[in-house]
C-alpha cells in the first residue's frame, strides 16, 4: 500500500481539486493530510473527503507537518504531495515501478521530462539546480533534482532515519541521510506544473539557504 503525506497550510484555493485528483488515482493507498495551522478553509475542505485529517494548531513548518504524517503512516511505501497543483499525482504509477526492482527510494524529477515548463521564477530555478550540484558534490550523487516534491520511499527506510525538520529542510535532510545510509535514489520523469510566489509558492531564498546549512550538516554530522 501507498502512503501519501500532504502537507497544508493555507492552501484553500487547490486543496479540493488535489485530493480529488489523488483520490482518482487507481492505486491501493492511504491519503493523510497534515494541516500545519492553515488560517484559511484548508481543514474545512479537506474534512470532507472522508481521508485522514491531521492538525496543527499553530504553524510549524512543512518538515514538521510531513514529519508528523509519517508517524501515522500505515503503508509500504510514503511519498509526499504538496497540496498545491504543481504535480500530477497520476504519475505516482511511474514513481511505484522502480520499487518492483528492488529500489527502496524513488525520485520524481522535474528536470528529466524535457516537456516541462523548467521554473516558476529564475531564482527558483536557479537554486534549485545549484543545491542539487552541491548534494551531487558533498554525497556523490548523480540526481538531477534533489528540490522535487516527489519522493517516494520505503517506510521500514524512513522510519530508520529520524527525520527531525521543521520547515523546508525535509528535502535536503532526507536526500543526505539516504545517501549516507548507501541507500540508491532512482530518478523518473514526471510532470511539473510551477506556480510564482504570487499564486501562493511558500518557499523563499531564505529556506535555500537553510537547505546549504542542513546539507553541510548532515554531511559530518554522525
Not at 49 to 59: A, D, Q, R, S, V
Not at 153 to 178: K, Q, S, Y
Request: proline content about 3%; glycine content about 6%.
Amino acid at each position: 500500500m501507498l502512503t501519501i503525506v500532504i502537507p497544508v497550510f493555507n492552501e484553500a484555493n487547490s486543496i479540493a481539486e488535489l485530493l480529488r485528483k489523488v483520490i482518482k488515482v487507481d492505486i491501493f493507498k492511504e491519503i493523510i493530510v497534515v494541516d500545519d495551522g492553515s488560517t484559511d478553509n484548508s481543514y474545512n475542505i479537506a474534512k470532507k473527503f472522508g481521508i485522514k485529517l491531521l492538525k496543527h494548531e499553530k504553524n510549524k513548518g512543512k518538515g514538521a507537518a510531513i514529519v508528523t504524517g509519517l508517524k501515522e503512516a500505515k503503508g509500504d511505501i510514503v511519498i509526499i504531495q504538496d497540496a498545491d497543483l504543481e504535480y500530477d499525482p497520476e504519475d505516482y504509477h511511474l514513481i511505484l515501478t522502480p520499487f518492483k526492482y528492488g529500489f527502496d527510494a524513488v525520485y520524481g524529477s522535474r528536470r528529466m521530462n524535457v516537456h516541462n515548463n523548467p521554473y516558476s521564477g529564475l531564482s527558483f530555478y536557479l537554486g534549485g539546480n545549484i543545491l542539487t550540484i552541491i548534494t551531487n558534490v558533498l554525497y556523490g550523487l548523480r540526481l538531477t533534482d534533489s528540490s522535487t516534491c516527489y519522493k517516494a520511499v520505503r517506510r521500514e527506510v524512513i522510519d530508520d532515519l529520524n527525520l527531525d525538520c521543521e520547515r523546508f529542510e525535509f528535502c535536503p535532510m532526507l536526500t543526505a541521510r539516504l545517501a549516507k545510509k548507501k541507500i540508491r535514489i532512482f530518478e523518473v520523469p514526471i510532470r511539473y506544473y510551477p506556480r510564482s510566489k504570487k499564486e501562493g509558492k511558500h518557499i523563499t531564498w531564505r529556506d535555500g539557504i537553510q537547505a546549504l546549512k542542513i546539507l553541510l550538516k548532515e554531511k559530518w554530522n554522525h
